[in-house]
């Protein structure tokens, strides 16, 4: 048997949300507003990050 296609790799927890993440992305129904809010999302852990290494 041959397969061709995606693989997604869900063999440990940071492969299953990556998994996770990039179908709901695609999704028609899901993925234009899981988009808008993953980029809120990073843009807060950037935001975070910038604060914590002024602090640092």
Known sequence: MVFS???Y???????YLR???????????LGPEFISRL???????EERDARE???A
Do not use: I
Not at 9 to 15: E, L, M, P, W
Not at 39 to 45: N, P, T, W
């Open 5 to 7: 296609g995606l693989r």
């Open 9 to 15: 790799g869900t063999g440990d927890k940071a492969d």
């Open 19 to 29: 998994t996770v993440v990039r179908l709901a992305c695609h999704r028609p129904d």
């Open 39 to 45: 980029k809120e999302f990073a843009a807060g852990l």
């Open 53 to 55: 290494r002024l602090v």
